[in-house]
Nanobody, 112 residues
């Protein structure tokens, strides 16, 4: 139901934009956001945004990543600047309304 796009390979210091659209959704998510996961580690929060536009960021991405959403389309975006090799992970779109919904994930690889 959540479809991500925009991952890929980028050099350190570069930028990537991720997008996530809720397809076939009949309701509006209260909160949406992005998590990421590397093999052998737990999935971690990157950024979230609620229906009022309040944003929350992981300390590691503050000042570099920007999350935004369009409520009418039930979509969320992540603008990633000054990417670092440690940002390499699979990025998952997340939506919350009564329960959590997840996208299939998109790979982001930052080469040093």
């Amino acid at each position: 139901q959540l479809v991500e796009s925009g991952g890929g390979l980028v050099q350190a210091g570069g930028s990537l934009d991720l997008a996530c659209i809720a397809s076939e959704s009949t309701f509006r998510f209260n909160d949406m956001g992005w998590y990421r996961q590397v093999p052998g580690s737990q999935r971690e929060l990157v950024a979230t945004i609620n229906s009022r536009g309040d944003r929350k960021y992981a300390d590691s991405v503050k000042g570099r990543f920007t999350i935004s959403r369009t409520g009418a389309r039930n979509s969320v975006y992540l603008q990633m600047n000054d990417l670092k090799p440690e940002d390499t992970a699979v990025y998952y779109c997340w939506g919350w309304r009564v329960q959590a919904y997840w996208g299939q994930g998109t790979q982001v690889t930052v080469a040093s």
